[in-house]
């Protein structure tokens, strides 16, 4: 575990020393972002200095998704709610002033990475996600047991790929995890300012960023190659099946990292994944007809053709 940290470390303190944490730095005048809550009010009177605080003026009020541009952004320290003030404009007509601790907390920046990151960061979703895969994985090992369908680390095909997805999955959830404990301000600067190239991020978020590109390698091989190996229906279920434990990996390990766990359990299930997969599940012998790989001989899943 020291020599983990001792490891880490260096990484999260150049990472964290990469972009300053003002959020002043998260926005500029013309940025464009979209409404995310049901509505916010804007004054269209301009605050200035020693306004009274029971000054009254007109509003208007935006509606959840609405397009919003920054106009302008002013500072009144004599504020005792938030010295900035931010103009932002739905159009020309619609346009007025709010704190930027308001406004930061209902928008999210217009551009598909960052809604992306906000849709994923919705703990709800993940946990629902979670209980309904976990049913329907225990329903699949049921019908498993019953039916002798595969299934993933119970009934495994012999390719490697969805071992390797898992295990990948499982890292970008440790990375993932450990940015938002350790190196939160970093995280939030690149959620305003997303990029996909991870030569232009510090070193751990370029990991993150790389190990993400893995996954969609990996997603696509990995469909290719159990729809090469089983039939559709076999397949589907068996996919079924790798989704939910892809799902119950990214939980485990997302919330294992805050208690310093999740560093240990991975660097284990690693091991212990690779290690079954070669004794138990790697392909030994190739089916005489169709040239499928197979575990053992016997039937083959593809041609269904007897090997003695």
């Known amino acids: 575990m020291r020599r983990l940290m001792v490891f880490l470390l260096p990484l999260l303190v150049l990472s964290a020393c990469y972009y300053p944490a003002e959020e002043s730095t998260l926005y500029t005048v013309n940025d464009n972002f979209l409404l995310s809550v049901d509505s916010i009010s804007l004054q269209r009177q301009e605050p200035f200095h020693n306004m009274p605080v029971d000054t009254l003026s007109d509003s208007i009020v935006l509606y959840y998704n609405d397009a919003l541009v920054v106009a302008q952004i002013m500072v009144i320290p004599e504020d005792s709610v938030d010295s ?51 049913v329907g994985v225990l329903l699949v090992w049921r019908q498993t047991k019953r039916w002798h369908f595969y299934m993933i ?49 510090p070193l751990i978020l370029g990991l993150f960023i790389a190990s993400i590109w893995l996954l969609v390698v990996l997603i696509i091989a990995t469909l290719d190659e159990v729809f090469s190996l089983l039939p559709v229906p076999e397949a ?45 599940f790697s392909a ?22 007897v090997n003695v």
């Open 284 to 305: 030994h012998c190739v089916c005489g007809k169709c040239g499928a790989r197979m575990h053992s001989k016997g039937r083959c899943t593809r041609c269904k053709t």
């Open 153 to 201: 680390f119970v009934r495994d095909v012999s390719s490697f790929y969805p071992t390797l997805l898992t295990l990948t999955l499982s890292g970008s959830a440790v990375l993932y995890a450990s940015i938002q404990r350790l190196i939160p301000d970093t995280w939030v600067l690149y959620y305003y300012h997303p990029t996909l190239n991870p030569f232009d991020l």
């Open 84 to 134: 900035v003030w931010v103009k932002v404009a739905r159009d020309q007509f619609s346009q007025g002033w709010i704190h930027q601790s308001s406004f930061l907390s209902s928008v999210v920046p217009d551009d598909p990475i960052s809604e992306f990151i906000y849709l994923f960061s919705q703990r709800h979703l993940w946990y629902f996600l979670a209980m309904v895969f976990t």
């Open 236 to 280: 589907m279920l068996y996919l079924f099946s790798l989704s939910g434990v892809c799902v119950a990996c990214y939980m485990i390990f997302s919330l294992s990292v805050l208690g310093w766990v999740g560093y240990v359990l991975y660097g284990f299930l690693a091991v212990v994944f690779v290690w079954r997969y070669l004794r138990c």
